[in-house]
């Protein structure tokens, strides 16, 4: 399947007291990145919400560190759609230095389709299946 790069720059917010990017914000890029794919594939959430009653929830992340990152670097964010089930997409995520593309963090992500107003479990939808 076809990857997605974002890129993201580290300000002095998404650092520590040493300098280095506080682990949870990488969590935040990859969000980010998820966000863009979808976007730039002419999704908006706030219209799959609005018009199809759904929405994209964590359902779980397993994340390996494994060089810091540092204020002001500028980081590249993959997005790889893995696996592809009934109600939930598999990610694998990877960020990258830009300036020298030593892998700095990787992590596996799967996010569930949920039905808007009850949370449950809901399919994707064909339109989006489409595009996988």
């Given at each position: 399947?076809?990857?997605?790069?974002?890129?993201?720059?580290?300000?002095?917010?998404?650092?520590?007291?040493?300098?280095?990017?506080?682990?949870?914000?990488?969590?935040?890029?990859?969000?980010?990145?998820r966000?863009?794919?979808?976007?730039?594939?002419?999704?908006?959430?706030?219209?799959?919400?609005?018009?199809?009653?759904?929405?994209?929830?964590?359902?779980?992340?397993?994340?390996?560190?494994l060089?810091?990152?540092?204020?002001?670097?500028?980081?590249?964010?993959?997005?790889?759609?893995?696996?592809v089930?009934?109600?939930?997409?598999?990610?694998?995520?990877?960020?990258?230095?830009?300036?020298?593309?030593?892998?700095?963090?990787?992590?596996?992500?799967?996010?569930?389709?949920?039905?808007?107003?009850?949370?449950?479990?809901?399919?994707?939808?064909?339109?989006?299946?489409?595009?996988?």
């Open positions: 399947m076809t990857g997605f790069q974002w890129r993201v720059r580290v300000y002095y917010e998404d650092t520590d007291s040493g300098g280095v990017v506080y682990y949870a914000n990488y969590l935040r890029f990859m969000e980010r990145a966000t863009e794919w979808m976007r730039a594939r002419g999704y908006e959430q706030d219209w799959l919400r609005a018009e199809h009653g759904l929405l994209f929830a964590v359902r779980s992340v397993h994340v390996e560190y060089l810091p990152a540092r204020f002001n670097a500028q980081l590249d964010v993959s997005v790889v759609v893995q696996e089930g009934r109600a939930s997409l598999t990610f694998r995520q990877d960020i990258t230095h830009a300036d020298d593309l030593r892998l700095l963090c990787s992590g596996t992500v799967r996010i569930a389709c949920v039905d808007a107003d009850t949370f449950r479990p809901k399919p994707l939808p064909d339109f989006i299946l489409k595009e996988l």
